[in-house]
């Protein structure tokens, strides 16, 4: 599965400067799987686990294709524990922003409502190696 | 003097940033309107204020000359990585780093994707490519109630080539509470924190007049914030010649 068409990566949705901004911004709020919200401290008390639920979901929408050696974005590599975490403020920024993954990245890169979920649980509740 | 050096920042951009991108004729397009409607910015009785620290110098050589790196927007669409192996001089980082009294120099400052968060309102981006000036309304944090007061920033932005207006970059706002141990550890990157301003949402922000933009930040804690500006985020940032670039600033929040 590739994430990035072989053109490079699209634009995410609410990136593209040739959408008018009206649009952009109705575009980012009619995705329903697009909440821009972060999930309550609360949440920490059942962090999802890297293993099993952060590390299958980062591979198939950040690292296939982009985000890891070879990829368009080799030099930002996802691809392990350890590049993940180095650089989180960014990737919390931009996956709770709708930035990322792209939105025509392909239906195979798109977060579902419940993995982005996970996912910004997992980056506010201290990104557990778990 | 100045100094047209070449140097290889190979990811100056944000590490999911590096895919969104769309060349082009893109990259000319102006910015547009952040988040949420503004009413009012917030105020307080004692407003925080920019960090005190050392003026940056990162972009100034010993001699008394100036790092420019020209930027070309033909670079925003290049996204073969290959292509930016090759001269990696790190001259800007290196003066970077040790030009931030607040980070120990060395360490793992050369695999962080952004150059050193910076002190007070003025310096160049991390790439000597940009000179940003920024102000704000009275810094206070956000306050209570259904409707968070921001603080609007104002941040100008000049070619270092030529001291025209950067237009059209499309400027975007990352603000998030500084985290001990991370902006001044050995391996100083400013980039772990994961309280982040979750009202502002990156998006771009108004322009105008001509390079210059204005964006809302809230802050929701007191204390330390980083508050790091994105030009052209929309490019990608393979080439040294590339629009993209940042410039970090740390801000007090009472």
Not at chain 2, 172 to 195: L, M, N, Q, V
Not at chain 2, 200 to 209: R, T
């Amino acid at each position: 599965m590739t994430l990035c068409a072989s053109t490079g990566c699209p634009d995410p949705a609410g990136n593209d400067p040739n959408v008018p901004d009206e649009a952009r911004s109705d575009a980012v709020a009619a995705a329903p799987a697009c909440l821009r919200a972060l999930p309550p401290q609360s949440a920490c008390g059942a962090v999802p686990s890297y293993a099993n639920d952060i590390l299958p979901v980062v591979h198939r929408s950040c690292v296939t294709g982009c985000h890891e050696p070879g990829g368009v974005a080799a030099n930002q590599d996802l691809s392990n524990y350890t590049k993940l975490t180095q650089d989180l403020t960014p990737v919390l920024t931009q996956v709770l922003g709708c930035v990322m993954p792209p939105a025509d990245a392909g239906p195979d890169a798109a977060l579902g409502a419940t993995e982005r979920m996970e996912l910004l649980t997992w980056l506010v509740c201290g990104s557990p190696d778990n | 003097m100045i100094h047209h050096r070449h140097f290889s920042r190979l990811i100056a951009g944000s590490p999911l940033a590096i895919l969104a991108f769309t060349p082009l004729a893109a990259c000319s397009s102006g910015g547009g309107t952040s988040g949420s409607p503004i009413t009012s910015a917030a105020t307080c009785s004692s407003p925080g204020q920019p960090t005190p620290g050392p003026a940056d110098t990162h972009c100034a050589l010993d001699d008394g000359g100036m790092i420019v790196q020209p930027t070309n927007q033909a670079s925003c669409t290049v996204a073969d990585a290959g292509a930016a192996s090759g001269d990696d001089g790190g001259a800007a980082d290196d003066a970077a780093t040790s030009a931030d009294s607040g980070g120990p120099s060395g360490g793992g400052a050369d695999s962080c994707p952004y150059g050193p968060t910076m002190y007070g309102q003025e310096s160049d981006d991390d790439d000597c490519k940009y000179h940003v000036k920024w102000t704000s309304t009275p810094i206070c944090e956000q306050g209570g109630g259904p409707a968070p007061a921001p603080v609007i920033f104002t941040v100008t932005v000049t070619n270092k080539v030529d001291g025209t207006p950067l237009t059209g970059a499309a400027t975007r706002i990352e603000a998030f509470a500084t985290t001990a141990g991370d902006w001044d550890a050995a391996t100083y990157c400013d980039t772990k924190s994961t309280h982040i301003d979750q009202n502002n949402l990156f998006d771009p922000l108004h322009e105008g007049p001509p390079g210059t933009y204005k964006g809302p930040v809230y802050f929701d804690q007191p204390g330390q914030w980083t508050v790091r500006f994105h030009f052209f985020e929309n490019c990608f940032d393979v080439l040294e010649t590339s629009p993209h670039g940042h410039a970090a600033y740390h801000v007090t929040v009472p």
